[in-house]
């Protein structure tokens, strides 16, 4: 069974020198970016973006992510069979939808792997692409978590915590609705913050349940934030725990069978069926965190 986690790409238009004679739109951007094989850092070691052939408008964009991994084993008996090491190529395979609708700009990351943590990786992976000349958008990756998970932290500490934290990302801040959403964007839109953090705090409790609450969960869980929120007794929630996932039938290998198999379940492995809340950090992807 191949497990996949979900992520959500936005957006945000940058200050450009006259690079394009008019700016690619963001589908068209995230294609251009993500066809070219790029290495990039992540935590002082050398990691690969490989993509499997980009169309130029239409269809998921295919890939792995690759880095060298030590393997520890013995040498061959006529060899004398001693133990030694050799560095081997480890990959995760990622798929994305570069299309901008209401399910859409969905990655979705192979777990389970030795590549590394997949939020933290594809951070990195998305932080150098930004850092291209010619990049005329600024690219944040963000999880896209189990809103549910956050109602029954909640109910579980009768709808009274004494802090919530939202990390909003403000360019796609458009289907919030009331004053929240206003203020959010105006925010953005006088500063030019591209991250608006708005923390909810008292030391007789914060309403769960209140309506601004409820929005801002809402719309965060589909990887527009990160909630962080810490109860009256002290335990704590972190939405990046609740990552959701999608699951593909298992396979006799990996490799090339993988990438077919993703692209014939693309609905599935993008979480366009049923999706399943990953569980607590513990029982996340136990592999390098590099």
Do not use: C
């Amino acid at each position: 069974m191949a497990t996949f986690e979900l992520h959500h790409l936005s957006l945000a238009p940058r200050a450009q020198p006259d690079l394009f004679d008019r700016e690619p739109g963001k589908a068209a951007w995230i294609r251009r970016a993500f066809s070219k094989q790029r290495t990039f850092e992540h935590r002082g070691n050398n990691f690969h973006w490989v993509p499997y052939g980009v169309k130029a408008t239409d269809g998921a964009v295919i890939g792995v992510i690759e880095r060298q991994y030590p393997i520890q084993h013995y040498e061959a008996p006529e060899d004398g069979g001693k133990p030694t090491s050799s560095d081997i190529w480890q990959g995760a395979v990622v798929t994305i939808d570069p299309e901008h609708h209401d399910d859409g700009q969905k990655l979705a990351f192979e777990r389970g792997t030795k590549v590394g943590q997949p939020l933290a990786v594809l951070s990195s992976l998305v932080g150098a692409i930004n850092t291209l000349p010619e990049a005329p958008y600024i690219i944040t990756v963000k999880a896209i978590w189990d809103e549910q998970s956050f109602q029954t932290f909640a109910r579980r500490h009768g709808n009274l915590l004494r802090s919530i934290t939202f990390d909003f990302v403000v360019p796609n801040m458009f289907d919030l609705s009331g004053k929240l959403d206003e203020k959010l964007k105006q925010v953005g839109e006088d500063t030019g913050a591209q991250h608006v953090k708005l923390t909810l705090e008292s030391p007789d409790g914060v309403k769960a349940d209140a309506p601004e609450v409820q929005s801002g969960v809402a719309y965060g869980a589909k990887g527009q934030a990160t909630l962080t929120a810490t109860a009256m007794d002290g335990d704590r929630y972190t939405s990046t725990d609740k990552v959701r996932t999608t699951r593909v039938s298992s396979l006799i290998g990996q490799g090339m069978a993988l990438v077919a198999l993703v692209r014939d379940k693309l609905d599935e492995v993008l979480g366009r069926n049923d999706v399943i809340p990953i569980a607590p950090d513990r029982d996340r992807d136990g592999a390098s965190r590099n």
